[in-house]
């Protein structure tokens, strides 16, 4: 039986452009992603999306409201993303080396264009109609 994690990801967008960062490890590597991770035993979605971006991007976040959830299914294991719209509080959203290379607000002309990783390219396209309203 293939393990399955749950997962957050945080939705930012600012003047119309949305946070993306790319992946420095693993067999997504250099693949874009919203930002996110696990969600740990007891915490809630919100505190797990707050704990990660923090972690990861030096960054506080207020989690707005939920945005939707994809069931994706990788070669060895599947994961349940919860996304939600977030706004930043405090920092600029610096990638920390060892997780991220690169981080990029993206308009939505070129949000397409991005070489998401699988899970999240549904996301991408659902959020290109939040920014194209």
Same mark, same amino acid.
């Given at each position: 039986m293939k393990k399955h994690l749950e997962v957050v990801a945080a939705i930012i967008v600012k003047d119309g452009k949305v946070f993306c960062a790319q992946r420095r490890y693993g067999f997504l590597n250099g693949k874009w992603e919203f930002p996110g991770g696990k969600v740990e035993q007891g915490e809630t979605d919100e505190e797990a999306l707050v704990r990660e971006i923090k972690e990861e991007l030096i960054s506080d976040i207020k989690v707005e409201k939920y945005f939707d959830t994809i069931n994706y299914e990788y070669e060895n294991? +599947?994961?349940?993303? #919860?996304?939600? @719209?977030? +706004?930043? @509080? !405090?920092? =600029? %959203?610096?990638? =920390?080396?060892e997780v991220h290379m690169s981080k990029a &607000?993206?308009? !939505?002309? =070129?949000? %397409? $264009?991005?070489? &998401?990783?699988?899970?999240? #390219?549904? @996301?991408? !396209?659902?959020?290109? $109609? %939040?920014? +194209?309203?």
């Open positions: 294991f +599947s994961i349940t993303m #919860r996304c939600f @719209i977030c +706004s930043l @509080i !405090k920092g =600029n %959203l610096d990638v =920390n080396p &607000w993206v308009d !939505k002309d =070129n949000l %397409l $264009k991005e070489d &998401w990783a699988p899970a999240d #390219r549904p @996301i991408a !396209k659902e959020v290109l $109609k %939040l920014v +194209s309203e």
